[in-house]
């Protein structure tokens, strides 16, 4: 059964930092890629971060980059999302993702994916 477990989320100031995480279990980092994704009251669900889960490519949505890592860590069976110089309209419900490798398609839209977390709620204050 695949499992995937947010946390990590919090109320920061702008400027501040959290590290989100998510446990994975029941399938192979090899197989998906891993995405972040957003979702603030009344809008879609949008892809902040993904990271190909076999070569480790990573992909950012503009808005984050430079602000944002994405990583991996397999003795975990955890990605992580480092972010920093928070702004307030990076608040949102945070979820991770997983996207099947044998999928071609965009790694930033939601309807795609095949596993959802449930959500961890970051929030900046201004």
């Known amino acids: 059964e695949v499992q995937l477990v947010e946390s990590g989320g919090g109320l920061v100031h702008t400027g501040g930092s959290l590290r989100l995480s998510c446990i994975a279990s029941?399938?192979?980092?090899?197989?998906?890629?891993i995405t972040w994704f957003r979702q603030a009251p009344g809008k879609e669900r949008e892809g902040v971060s993904c990271?190909?889960?076999?070569?480790?490519?990573?992909f950012y949505r503009d808005a984050v980059k430079g602000r944002f890592t994405i990583s991996i860590d397999r003795a975990k069976n955890t990605v992580f999302l480092q972010m920093n110089s928070l702004k307030p309209e990076d608040t949102a419900v945070y979820y991770c993702?997983?996207?099947?490798?044998?999928?071609?398609?965009?790694?930033?839209?939601?309807?795609?994916?095949?596993?959802w977390g449930q959500g961890t709620q970051v929030t900046v204050s201004s």
């Open positions: 990271i190909n889960g076999e070569s480790e490519l990573t």
């Open positions: 993702g997983i996207l099947s490798r044998t999928k071609v398609a965009p790694w930033d839209s939601a309807r795609w994916y095949d596993y």
């Open positions: 029941g399938f192979s980092f090899d197989d998906y890629a």
